[in-house]
């Protein structure tokens, strides 16, 4: 259990820095585009991982949940998440990324049935009203930015929903999964439809996916 949590704040301290290194490179490239990168940089980091770990065996294919989480989680929120910091400070888009909290414990709870707590509940209330504060916080439309953020958040719950349920597939393999096929679709379309990023930005993107 003790390891758990150390890797939940491991988790959380990457993710929570690639938000501001990313918005730094929104200027450079569209949201397609960086969104693609940024998992294809996951992908990349998770390989040599996915490649060690056994694969259990015996349990149904669950390709399907598998598609789904790509699809929702690696395909879509990426991307709001990215027109979100085209339109709001990294800061606001920081705080309002908790609510990937919210939608992730309410989706547990309707779908999955699982219990929430007393203290569980009181925390879910505090991060969903500092959301609220943050959507009418800063500069450049942060309503619109806000609406976007609490779209990726969904998508996210709904991932992580998801991916609890994934016993047929290592974690590694589920980040790898993500990373190609949804890196690789986002990636190909923003190239087709928005202007190619440079080469540095291609390189941060890459490193900050990897570590995110």
Do not use: M
């Amino acid at each position: 259990q003790r390891l758990g949590w150390w890797s939940c704040f491991a988790a959380a301290l990457c993710f929570g820095a690639s938000t501001p290194a990313t918005k730094l490179l929104v200027g450079d490239g569209g949201p397609l585009t960086l969104a693609g990168l940024l998992y294809l940089g996951a992908a990349i980091a998770v390989l040599p991982f996915q490649r060690r770990e056994a694969r259990p065996v015996g349990l149904a294919p669950q390709r399907g949940l598998l598609l789904l989480t790509v699809v929702i989680g690696g395909g879509v929120a990426p991307v709001l998440l990215l027109l979100a910091l085209h339109r709001t400070t990294s800061g606001t888009v920081s705080v309002l990324l908790n609510l990937e909290l919210v939608a992730t414990a309410l989706i547990a709870r309707l779908f999955l049935h699982e219990q929430i707590g007393r203290r569980a509940a009181i925390g879910i209330g505090v991060v969903f009203a500092g959301g609220v504060i943050a959507a009418g916080v800063g500069d450049a439309r942060p309503a619109l930015g806000a609406l976007l953020v609490a779209g990726a958040c969904i998508c996210w719950g709904a991932d992580n929903a998801i991916t609890a349920r994934l016993d047929r597939y290592t974690p590694a393999t589920i980040t790898v999964a993500k990373g190609l096929v949804a890196g690789s679709v986002n990636l190909a379309l923003g190239l087709a439809l928005e202007s190619a990023p440079p080469w540095r930005t291609v390189v941060a993107a890459l490193a900050i996916g990897s570590v995110g």
